[in-house]
T-cell receptor, first 112, second 112 residues
Framework: GAGVSQSPSNKVTEKGKDVELRCDPI?????LYWYRQSLGQGLEFLIY????????KSGLPSDRFSAERTGGSVSTLTIQRTQQEDSAVYLC??????????FGPGTRLTVT | GDSVTQMEGPVTLSEEAFLTINCTYT??????LFWYVQYPGEGLQLLLK?????DKGSNKGFEATYRKETTSFHLEKGSVQVSDSAVYFC???????????FGSGTQLTVLP
């Protein structure tokens, strides 16, 4: 079946602009995660959604970052007033009620 | 907090050589352990997993054993191939969100 998809695959934006990154999880997967992969920090957890429960936002680096998940499926990660240190690959993963997470191809964000 | 320490790379081997990539962890409770692989230009793929002490995960000739007494999960393969060239990430899953905590990654290059 279809895997996790993310869009856009690449995004170049100017410092100070807002960006939205989209994730379509595997159908039926109740859990959805966002991670960030950057040269300086490696792979970092950002936020977690499980069903209709309140999200775990403990990994978000600042209040410029937010995310929502509509209808228990598609998720959007929004970064407001982007900074150069936000440049990274943003990864989305989904899972069932197991410990296996399946990752999408990522969105490469470049802030100029 | 939880952490994963991974053998630093890069690692360069000749085809058919034996591979070991060391991984140790620090965690509260009883984490699940994973190895993920990232091939050039591709997303993260789950390679193998172990969910409790003494479990051995295996896939594509790779193996790793969950050692609680040494808090380790070393990755091994008896005979590497050129196609195994990739970045390998050790990770643990813990907490109510089961988010992944990753090691820094080890770049493996296999020469023909």
């Amino acid at each position: 079946g279809a895997g996790v998809s993310q869009s856009p695959s690449n995004k170049v934006t100017e410092k100070g602009k807002d960006v939205e990154l989209r994730c379509d999880p595997i159908s039926g997967h109740t859990a959805l995660y966002w991670y960030r992969q950057s040269l300086g920090q490696g792979l970092e957890f950002l936020i977690y959604f499980q069903g209709n429960s309140a999200p775990d936002k403990s990994g978000l680096p600042s209040d410029r970052f937010s995310a929502e998940r509509t209808g228990g499926s598609v998720s959007t990660l929004t970064i407001q007033r982007t900074q150069q240190e936000d440049s990274a690959v943003y990864l989305c993963a989904s899972s069932l009620a197991t410990y296996e997470q399946y990752f999408g191809p990522g969105t490469r964000l470049t802030v100029t | 907090g939880d952490s994963v320490t991974q053998m630093e790379g890069p690692v360069t081997l000749s085809e058919e050589a034996f591979l070991t990539i060391n991984c140790t962890y620090t965690a509260t409770g009883y984490p699940s352990l994973f190895w993920y692989v990232q091939y050039p230009g591709e997303g993260l793929q789950l390679l193998l997993k172990a969910t409790k002490a003494d479990d051995k995960g295996s896939n594509k000739g790779f193996e790793a054993t969950y050692r609680k007494e040494t808090t380790s999960f070393h990755l091994e393969k008896g005979s590497v191939q050129v196609s195994d060239s990739a970045v390998y990430f050790c990770a643990l899953s813990s907490g109510s969100a089961r988010q992944l905590t990753f090691g820094s990654g080890t770049q493996l290059t296999v020469l023909p």
